[in-house]
């Protein structure tokens, strides 16, 4: 779709956020539509491995549109009535989708990820930044509340005082005290970026696949059930990966110390 390009290479697909001339909004009806549709392609798709986020040119993503901001279009105008319902039909979707996507995804932000941008580079399993890259959870300054997830993202990445800090603010945030943070896996070298996020998703993307899903799913049911929902759901998990023809051929190259050829879920 034209607000977002998908590349791939293999099991890897690139999604890029392809709006450089307006650092990448998130928030139009097409980019959402797109956001969302990528996501159920990639659960139907059982031959992709792992999923790389990231924007075109100087900006990951700015988040909402400031020149809709400020004329009060689409969901930021009309009723306070209207304007909730414009929030759970549109930017909302989103995390929604983010939620149920099945395939490991890390976003590599290249540049600025603010406001709905930063939180969109939140809801990806794992972050490899630019040194060029900053953070802002901006919201406060302009007056609105993160209305996308913002503040259960932080809350659950970060510690209660540094999402505070984060949310109440609105200050940016630097690649490397992201780092610091526990924000972000990596940053590197705007010119290693790519490089480097390809290159995680290369080792995620040799193992097999139905047990990378399986245990990512396991990873976001851990961050809202207790320890004995989690072992209820690890054990159902654990039985269905026990039969698959993926654990008999790890099984198999583990003994002969080779790489595993895994063809299928």
Same mark, same amino acid.
């Given at each position: 779709m034209g607000? #977002?390009?998908k590349?791939?290479?293999? $099991?890897?697909?690139?999604w890029?956020?392809d709006?450089p001339? &307006?650092?990448?909004?998130i928030? $139009?009806a097409?980019?959402?539509?797109?956001i969302?549709?990528?996501i159920?392609?990639?659960?139907?798709?059982? &031959?992709?491995?792992?999923i790389?986020l990231t924007g075109?040119?100087s900006?990951?993503?700015?988040?909402?549109?400031?020149?809709d901001?400020?004329?009060?279009r689409?969901?930021?105008?009309?009723?306070p009535y209207s304007?909730? &319902?414009g929030?759970?039909?549109?930017?909302?979707?989103?995390?929604r989708a983010?939620?149920?996507?099945?395939v490991?995804?890390i976003?590599? #932000?290249?540049g600025?990820?603010?406001?709905?941008?930063?939180?969109?580079?939140?809801m990806c399993?794992?972050?490899?930044?630019?040194?060029?890259a900053?953070?802002a959870e901006s919201f406060? &300054?302009?007056?609105?509340?993160p209305?996308d997830?913002?503040a259960?993202?932080?809350?659950?990445?970060?510690?209660?005082?540094?999402?505070a800090?984060a949310v109440?603010t $609105?200050?940016?945030i630097?690649?490397a005290?992201?780092?610091?943070w $526990? #924000?972000?896996?990596a940053v590197?070298?705007?010119?290693?970026?790519?490089?480097?996020?390809?290159?995680?998703?290369?080792?995620i993307a040799?193992?097999?696949?139905?047990?990378v899903?399986?245990?990512?799913?396991?990873?976001r049911?851990?961050?809202?059930?207790?320890l004995?929902?989690?072992l209820?759901?690890?054990a159902?998990?654990?039985?269905?990966a026990?039969h698959?023809?993926d654990?008999d051929?790890a099984?198999?190259?583990?003994?002969?110390?080779?790489p595993?050829l895994?063809?299928?879920?």
């Amino acid at each position: 779709m034209g607000s #977002v390009r998908k590349d791939r290479v293999g $099991g890897i697909e690139t999604w890029t956020l392809d709006l450089p001339d &307006q650092r990448n909004p998130i928030t $139009g009806a097409e980019t959402i539509d797109a956001i969302v549709q990528f996501i159920a392609e990639a659960n139907a798709d059982e &031959q992709l491995r792992c999923i790389i986020l990231t924007g075109a040119g100087s900006a990951f993503s700015a988040g909402g549109n400031v020149k809709d901001l400020k004329a009060k279009r689409g969901f930021f105008g009309g009723s306070p009535y209207s304007q909730t &319902q414009g929030y759970r039909s549109g930017i909302q979707r989103i995390p929604r989708a983010m939620l149920e996507l099945e395939v490991p995804i890390i976003a590599a #932000v290249n540049g600025a990820a603010v406001g709905a941008g930063c939180d969109l580079a939140l809801m990806c399993d794992l972050r490899i930044a630019s040194t060029t890259a900053f953070f802002a959870e901006s919201f406060v &300054q302009l007056g609105l509340i993160p209305g996308d997830g913002g503040a259960w993202l932080l809350a659950r990445g970060l510690s209660p005082a540094r999402a505070a800090e984060a949310v109440l603010t $609105g200050d940016r945030i630097d690649a490397a005290t992201a780092l610091e943070w $526990g #924000v972000l896996n990596a940053v590197v070298e705007p010119d290693d970026l790519l490089p480097e996020a390809h290159a995680l998703a290369a080792r995620i993307a040799k193992n097999p696949p139905l047990a990378v899903r399986m245990a990512k799913r396991l990873l976001r049911e851990s961050s809202s059930q207790d320890l004995r929902s989690v072992l209820e759901l690890s054990a159902s998990l654990q039985a269905i990966a026990h039969h698959t023809t993926d654990h008999d051929e790890a099984v198999r190259a583990a003994f002969e110390k080779r790489p595993g050829l895994y063809i299928s879920q």
